[in-house]
């Protein structure tokens, strides 16, 4: 897959490397991406740099009342719940909570969402609604970029081949503005958008002889229907200058139809996907005009993670472990070993630098109970806990597992006795031909470690990575549902 894997422990270090291998070096952060581009053959660097390990990259801070920061490895779930985000930047929390599933949003970045830069990506047609801006740094120097020059095309960004992310701005919602996201999936997880849609609106209620708060400034953006996520000018325009009602909504969604350029593809026609512009640009409207945009995530509500009892931070360097000085190196010559507790027992191997972490504990550690199913993050066949946080296998690097902690599904039982989720997927027949259990086991436990006593929203919630080809979900359900109620 790759010649040699980097983990810098320092934002120096990575960026000398950058420099060091310009054009044969590709940053992983989730690896959500990357990984599977590289397993698909659509990109093939030879050097990857690890930057999971750097501490201080995952920062989300207000440092003006109207600047939002977040760091280059703030993950989806992290904005999720971050309280922050959701009060200044709700469209983007609403676009995070609607990407992948909690395995992916463990793992995946916003940087990393934004680099790949697809028309279909989620979190972006917030971002350029937030007017936000990429900061971009090389051993050259500093510079930032507004997104909508930083996007170039399907796939293109503006981004040099020795730079990298390391902060994204974003304009916070002040108490006049509003704002929210709305997307279109042909399923309500794991779904890539046929359609997404972000509004922002400033609302002056001091503006004399008005019915109502006038909507001074408006921004529409649309993700999915152009080579890039693209602004809807002349809608926004049909918003400005009175109050928000449902004529000027009528003819705002009109006009963000008329902005969208959309193809054809496996997931819709252009036609349907315009006529769905103009639909959920209206119903984005009329979330906000009702005052009920903030519902699909209220305040009260604590979205699941699978983070389990952490904090959704995997633990970050701030001395290189022992023995190194710069940044940790993996070969692929045989010559590097990988350090890395599996169920409480420290494995040391060598030879395995350049494959998956799924294949590391099936192959090299002998322990096949995690199963690959797809191999694309898309089944949860392969959920594991790195660090006591919930992720796909699959999509992790094998040296990504040195010097860390990883639980699989044989290490859930202690000695003889089964753990109470694999006691009660016995009891309530939740696993027919077994496949899946693994999986979604560890996604209860994930789950049952977070929230101990879930409801059935939130078990709903926490399997949303996982497929079941034979049981159905009702009796998965109801076994996890036992488990919690046993260890109550
Ligand atoms: C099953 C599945 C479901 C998904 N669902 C969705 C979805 O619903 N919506 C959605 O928008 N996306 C989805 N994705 C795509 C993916 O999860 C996101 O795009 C994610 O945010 C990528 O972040 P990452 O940290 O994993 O990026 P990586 O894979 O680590 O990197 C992606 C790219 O960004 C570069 N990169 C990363 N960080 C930096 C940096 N700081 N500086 C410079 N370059 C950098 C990498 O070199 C690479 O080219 C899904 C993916 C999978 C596998
Ligand atoms: S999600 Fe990893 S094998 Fe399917
Ligand atoms: S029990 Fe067979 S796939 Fe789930």
């Not at 006795?417 to 031909?433: D, K, N, R, S, V």
């Not at 059935?456 to 949303?464: E, G, L």
Request: proline share 5%; glycine share 10%.
């Amino acid at each position: 897959m790759w010649q040699t894997y980097y983990t810098p422990s320092t934002l120096d270090q990575a960026l000398a490397l950058l420099n060091e291998h310009r054009g044969a070096a590709r940053i992983v952060a989730g690896g959500t991406d990357l990984i599977l581009e590289i397993e698909r053959g659509q990109r093939k660097p030879e050097i990857i740099i690890d930057i999971t390990r750097i501490p201080g990259l995952d920062r989300i801070e207000l440092e003006a009342p109207d600047r939002l920061h977040l760091g280059p490895l703030v993950t989806h779930n992290q904005v999720v719940r971050s309280a922050l985000c959701r009060r200044v930047a709700f469209p983007l929390a609403r676009a995070c909570w609607e990407v992948g599933s909690p395995q992916i949003r463990n793992r995946g970045t916003l940087a990393g969402n934004l680099i790949t830069a697809s028309p279909a990506n989620d979190t972006i047609t917030p971002m350029l609604a937030l007017d936000g801006y990429v900061t971009l740094r090389s051993v050259r120097g500093t510079r930032e970029v507004a997104l909508a020059d930083f996007l170039q095309g399907v796939r293109r960004t503006a981004l040099a081949d020795d730079e990298m992310v390391v902060d994204i701005r974003l304009r916070a919602l002040s108490p006049q503005q509003r704002g929210t996201f709305l997307k279109l999936g042909l399923r309500q997880a794991q779904a890539i958008a046929v359609v997404n849609v972000a509004v922002v609106l400033t609302l002056d209620e001091t503006v004399a002889g008005s019915d109502g708060a006038v909507v001074t400034d408006a921004r529409i953006t649309l993700g999915s229907v152009a080579l890039t996520i693209i602004r809807a000018p002349e809608a926004e325009q049909a918003l400005i200058g009175a109050p928000l009602g449902d004529a000027s909504i009528g003819r705002a969604a009109e006009l963000a139809a008329a902005a969208a350029r959309p193809i054809d593809d496996i997931r819709g026609s252009a036609t349907y996907r315009r006529h769905m512009v103009s639909v959920f640009t209206r119903r984005a409207l009329k979330e906000i005009q009702a005052g009920r945009e903030r519902d699909a995530l209220p305040n009260s509500m604590v979205p699941v993670a699978l983070w389990g009892a952490t904090d959704g931070r995997f633990p970050t360097w701030s001395t290189p472990p022992a023995g190194s000085t710069g940044p940790v190196v993996h070969h692929t010559d045989g010559h590097d070993v990988i350090e890395t507790t599996v169920n409480g027992v420290l494995h040391r191997i060598s030879g395995s630098a350049d494959k998956t972490l799924l294949r590391l504990l099936r192959e090299d550690i002998g322990l096949p109970g995690t199963k690959e199913g797809c191999d694309e993050g898309e089944c949860g066949a392969c959920t594991v806990l790195l660090d006591g946080i919930a992720v796909m296998s699959c999509l992790v690097p094998a040296p990504r597992a040195h010097g860390s902690h990883i639980q699989t599904i044989e290490g859930m039982a202690a000695g003889e006795a089964l753990h109470p989720l694999q006691q009660a997927f016995i009891e309530t027949g939740a696993a027919q031909c077994g496949y899946c259990t693994p999986g979604f086991i560890m996604s209860g436990a994930a789950l049952l470690d977070e929230v101990p006593h879930p409801d059935d929203n939130q078990i709903r919630q926490a399997i949303t990575g996982n497929l079941c080809r034979c049981t159905g979900y009702y009796s998965i359900i109801a076994a996890i549902r036992q488990a919690a109620e046993a260890a109550q």
